[in-house]
T-cell receptor, first 113, second 111 residues
Framework: NAGVTQTPKFQVLKTGQSMTLQCAQD?????MYWYRQDPGMGLRLIYY???????DKGEVPNGYNVSRLNKREFSLRLESAAPSQTSVYFC????????????FGSGTQLSVL | EDQVTQSPEALRLQEGESSSLNCSYT??????LFWYRQDPGKGPEFLFT???AGEEKEKERLKATLTKKESFLHITAPKPEDSATYLC????????????FGKGTHLIIQP
């Protein structure tokens, strides 16, 4: 009964380094999302994937890339990390039907020095 | 552009003291309004989805209501374990996927 699993939980990078945040869901959901959460800013959508094989930009996509590897997995890549990307990152998947909702992972706290 | 404004930013109550949190929204056709609870160091946890004006949903000490311009989260006789940040979000009909979130209300219930 894992739901949405994110790795790693914490990461410290130097400016210019690259890394990939991993996300997997076991609920057979079609749609998956990446959000970032900053103090005083609320949650902002980075990228989303409505189905396997498709990805679209959200509100703040610059500096990020995503891959929908299969129906379960949706990864977020920082090619050249910047201090402005210091944030908490959340992955989510969405259930459909009459009572749709987002299920969130526990987050990745990323610091870029 | 969709917008969500939550008030107050922070609220401190005594145990048993009922109150309401507000969520005002601007959206080009509402598909759904969502309430989430977030505890420190954790991801948001789903509470309610409301779809049309006049709709109400309840869960334990929480009741969510919806009008055409705002939603309220009423907390009746709260307990310390209700302390958390409460997030409101909207999804527009026919627009890009994903939710637009407010900045949240940080609620503290003192014993």
């Amino acid at each position: 009964n894992a739901g949405v699993t994110q790795t790693p939980k914490f990461q410290v990078l130097k400016t210019g380094q690259s890394m990939t945040l991993q996300c997997a869901q076991d609920m057979n959901h079609n749609s998956m999302y990446w959000y970032r959460q900053d103090p005083g800013m609320g949650l902002r959508l980075i990228y989303y994937s409505a189905s396997e094989g498709t990805t679209d930009k959200g509100e703040v996509p610059n500096g990020y890339n995503v891959s929908r590897l299969n129906k379960r997995e949706f990864s977020l890549r920082l090619e050249s990390a910047a201090p402005s990307q210091t944030s908490v990152y959340f992955c989510a998947s969405r259930s459909g039907g009459a009572n749709e909702k987002l299920f969130f992972g526990s987050g990745t706290q990323l610091s870029v020095l | 552009e969709d917008q969500v404004t939550q008030s107050p930013e922070a609220l401190r109550l005594q145990e048993g003291e009922s109150s309401s949190l507000n969520c005002s929204y601007t959206v080009s056709g509402l598909r759904g309004l969502f309430w989430y609870r977030q505890d420190p160091g954790k991801g948001p946890e789903f509470l309610f989805t409301l779809y049309s004006a006049g709709e109400e949903k309840e869960k334990e000490r929480l009741k969510a209501t919806l009008t055409k311009k705002e939603s309220f989260l009423h907390i009746t006789a709260p307990k310390p374990e209700d302390s958390a940040t409460y997030l409101c979000a909207v999804q527009a009909r026919g627009g890009a996927d994903g939710l637009t979130f407010g900045k949240g209300t940080h609620l503290i219930i003192q014993p």
